[in-house]
């Protein structure tokens, strides 16, 4: 049974680095069947997508967090990784993986828990 | 980038009524459209995709439809564990842009 686990440190300081781990069960991450993204979510507000990572290594990131954001895959670990450099407040939000299917249309289909992140000092 | 604007902001009804929430893109994005539900302090959970395909196991109360510009989500006869928020998805192109939600209450 597939399962999305994000992880991550809970509280970040402004400046920091954000370091975010989805570890994936059920199924390998090794594969062109499969994409994967990150949506965050702001405490009481919608949902904004952040970034996608294709199997071969091809990623897509909001314009808006281009220049401080990297999303990667771990293989070996069955892991896909978020790096958001330079937090602020703003960043503060609960951050979700989500596993969509290579096939038209199914986007996000499957999604963990989250993971709640704060931006404080 | 394509912005999704969604209407109503937030919507009140009661068990058993038909209710209908409106996503409007900036441009044209054919049926690349999903609608996603959002109980409090859970994840978003897709409904539709496609605009107007049910996700397996969502009942058929639930429909959508739409293409272009234009797209609705129709709740016929509400049930209790109806009472949640929806967001519409864009998946034409990236950046992907959700609309601002409907808390439905």
């Known amino acids: 049974q597939l399962q999305l686990q994000e992880s991550g440190p809970g509280q970040v300081k402004p400046s920091e680095t954000l370091s975010l781990t989805c570890s994936v069960s059920?199924?390998?991450?090794?594969?062109?069947?499969?994409?994967w993204a990150w949506i965050r979510q702001p405490p009481g507000k919608g949902l904004e997508w952040i970034g996608t990572?294709?199997?071969?290594?091809?990623?897509y990131y909001t314009p808006s967090l281009e220049n401080r954001l990297s999303i990667s895959m771990d293989t070996s670990n069955n892991q896909i990784s978020l790096k958001l450099n330079s937090v602020t407040a703003t960043d503060t939000a609960m951050y979700f993986c989500?596993?969509?299917?290579?096939?038209?249309?199914?986007?996000?289909?499957?999604w963990g828990q989250g993971t709640l992140v704060t931006v404080s000092s | 980038d394509i912005q999704m604007t969604q209407s109503p902001s937030s919507l009140s009804a009661s068990v058993g009524d038909t209710v209908t929430i409106t996503c409007r893109a900036s441009?044209?994005?054919?049926?690349?459209l999903g609608w996603y539900q959002q109980k409090p302090g859970k994840a978003p959970e897709r409904l539709i995709f496609?605009?107007?395909t049910l996700q397996t196991g969502v009942p058929s109360r639930f429909s959508g439809t739409g293409s272009g510009t234009e797209f609705t989500l129709t709740i016929t006869g509400l049930q209790p564990e109806d009472f949640a928020t929806y967001y519409c998805?864009?998946?034409?192109?990236?950046?992907?842009?959700f609309g601002q939600g409907t808390k439905l209450e």
């Open positions: 989500t596993r969509s299917l290579m096939v038209a249309g199914r986007e996000f289909g499957r």
């Open positions: 059920g199924t390998s991450i090794d594969t062109s069947a499969y994409y």
């Open positions: 990572i294709y199997h071969g290594g091809t990623t």
């Open positions: 441009q044209g994005i054919r049926k690349d």
């Open positions: 496609e605009a107007a």
């Open positions: 998805l864009q998946h034409s192109s990236y950046p992907r842009t």
